[in-house]
């Protein structure tokens, strides 16, 4: 079964997600590039292995799909009961502040040994992002800011 996430990055800079995503997938099989219908570039990095297809969504205006994905989990993210309030504002505040989300999908999932990770990360922090995995953040370097269950990782 695949597996999917997101990230969600305060800049929405298309030059940067293209530097970084060939920067750390194409040494490891075949990279091709595609477009959405909004014209946005979308990535399908093959290696013997796994495919991690990436697809960026950049705000346009209030009331887009990325502004309702971003009070979905804002609201997500404030329900979280915790001992770490500090980590649930800081996943508030970039559900609130994405400028650009990138969706995605792995298959069978997220495969380290194909640079995956190092392309999630890199992209992250390149982006000012972190990573929503469905079920809790984690920051740019792959630590827990919060999850579902109220843990963390994150020290303020």
């Known amino acids: 079964m695949p597996q999917s996430l997101t990230l969600f990055c305060r800049q929405a800079t298309i030059d940067v997600f293209r530097e970084v995503v060939t920067e750390s997938l194409a040494?490891?099989?075949?990279?091709?590039?595609?477009?959405?219908?909004?014209g946005w570039p979308i990535a399908i990095a093959t290696s013997s292995t796994s495919q991690m297809t990436l697809n960026p969504l950049i705000f346009c205006e209030p009331g887009?799909?990325?502004?309702v994905m971003s009070l979905g989990a804002a609201a997500f993210a404030r329900?979280?009961?915790?001992?770490?309030?500090?980590?649930?504002?800081?996943a508030v505040d970039y559900s609130l502040n994405m400028q650009m989300a990138v969706g995605v999908v792995a298959d069978p999932e997220i495969d380290a040994q194909a640079g995956h990770e190092d392309c999630l990360f890199s992209l992250a922090s390149a982006l000012?992002?972190?990573?929503?995995t469905g079920s809790g953040f984690l920051d740019q370097h792959g630590a827990l800011i919060i999850d579902?269950?109220?843990?963390?990782?994150?020290?303020t």
């Open 64 to 67: 887009d799909k990325l502004s």
């Open 148 to 155: 579902f269950e109220g843990k963390s990782e994150f020290e």
């Open 27 to 38: 040494p490891f099989g075949d990279l091709e590039w595609t477009e959405s219908p909004e």
């Open 79 to 90: 329900k979280i009961e915790t001992d770490h309030p500090a980590g649930r504002e800081l």
């Open 128 to 132: 000012d992002g972190v990573v929503f």
